[in-house]
């Protein structure tokens, strides 16, 4: 069963500052990876999506990668703002199926 | 575009009671998916829809029924509601393995 690590759970950041975040999982027989944003209260909004043949997609200062072999994925930020204060997921939908499977998020705090 | 869209945003409901939560979208999705949201355990899947006139159940469906009324329309039926149900309930839909998922903005369900 796949599992899927987001790690930290939590950050704080000061504004213009270059950031990582990490996910990682248990089974390399990815589909795709999608990196997802969560506001309060509101719904998930897509960032990025990157096919298992790709290492990586960029998104304005959005860089998200993907290292199968390592079961690891990140997602760069760079120039943080406090608008990008929110819960960030990521979600795997496997070789065998076509289902989402989420990570628990981080949530990231960027202080003006 | 609308989108994907949920209705109601919120609802309280006593234990017992049972009501059917609707989502609609108007972005060609083949596949359609219901997700339920609780603190500490992330995003999890109670039914799906891969085509129209198809459903599955998910990783959490006990409790549950869905209908995809057409390729639009899929409503997530709660037929008898347990406060175990008390969660916030996403709706989301893609056309296909290779494309994004979109969400809706979610129904925020408490149960007494």
């Known amino acids: 069963k796949q599992e899927v690590t987001q790690i930290p759970a939590a950050l704080s950041v000061p504004e213009g500052e270059n950031l990582v975040l990490n996910c990682s999982f248990t089974?390399?027989?990815?589909?795709?990876l999608q990196w997802f944003r969560q506001d309060p209260g509101k719904g998930l909004t897509s960032l990025l999506l990157?096919?298992?043949?790709?290492r990586e997609q960029t998104s304005g200062r959005l860089n998200a990668s993907l290292d199968k072999s390592s079961g690891r994925s990140t997602l760069y930020i760079a120039a943080s703002q406090p608008g990008d204060s929110a819960t960030y997921l990521c979600?795997?939908?496997?070789?065998?199926?076509?289902?989402?499977?989420f990570g628990s998020g981080t949530r990231l705090l960027v202080r003006p | 575009n609308a989108g994907v869209t949920q209705t109601p945003k919120f609802q309280v409901l006593k234990t017992g009671q049972s009501m059917t939560l609707q989502c609609a979208q108007d972005m060609n999705h083949n596949s359609m998916y219901w997700y339920r949201q609780d603190p500490g355990m992330g995003l999890r899947l109670i039914y799906y829809?891969?085509?129209?006139?198809?459903?599955d159940k998910g990783e959490v469906p006990n409790g549950y029924n869905v209908s995809r009324l057409n390729k639009r329309e899929f409503s997530l039926r709660l037929e008898s509601a347990a406060p175990s149900q008390t969660s916030v309930y996403f709706c989301a839909g893609d056309r296909g393995r290779t494309d994004t998922q979109y969400f809706g903005p979610g129904t925020r369900l408490t149960v007494l």
């Open positions: 990157i096919q298992s043949s790709q």
């Open positions: 089974d390399s027989a990815i589909y795709n």
């Open positions: 829809s891969a085509s129209e006139g198809t459903t």
């Open positions: 979600a795997f939908v496997m070789d065998s199926s076509y289902k989402l499977i």
